[in-house]
């Protein structure tokens, strides 16, 4: 069993760069696919990146696409968010998840019904 810990987090303007981490324990990260999700309050969870364990392979949500990169060090242990360009909407709180099931399909990935293990989330708050 992976425990995972978001952190990272803070209150940026509108155009900043944050750059989120997941730190994994107890389980070596490769072994999983991670993800990255937010909520937004009075909103439904969202996805918003996710890392394969299979030769990395990336996926994006449409509101983050050629604005966020998802990424893995496997020697720290850890999976980053790099958020670039960030807006008012990007605000939320932002959890990492593992799976340890690999799918066949990218749309199982961007559900996190799909994920087995969940951090306890970072706030990201992005003013105008």
């Known amino acids: 069993q992976v425990q995972l810990v978001e952190s990272g987090g803070g209150l940026v303007q509108a155009g900043d760069s944050l750059r989120l981490s997941c730190a994994a324990s107890g389980r070596t990260v490769s072994s999983y696919s991670v993800g990255w999700f937010r909520q937004a309050p009075g909103k439904a969870r969202e996805f918003v990146a996710t890392?394969?364990?299979?030769?990395?392979?990336?996926y994006y949500g449409d509101s983050v696409k050629g604005r966020f990169t998802i990424s893995r060090d496997n020697a720290k242990n850890t999976v980053y968010l790099q958020m670039n360009s960030l807006k008012p909407e990007d605000t939320a709180v932002y959890y990492c998840?593992?799976?340890?099931?690999?799918?066949?399909?990218?749309?199982?990935?961007?559900?996190?019904?799909?994920?087995?293990?969940w951090g306890q989330g970072t706030q990201v708050s992005v003013s105008s």
């Open positions: 998840a593992a799976a340890s099931r690999t799918f066949g399909s990218e749309t199982t990935y961007l559900q996190g019904a799909s994920y087995d293990y």
């Open positions: 890392i394969r364990r299979i030769y990395s392979t990336t």
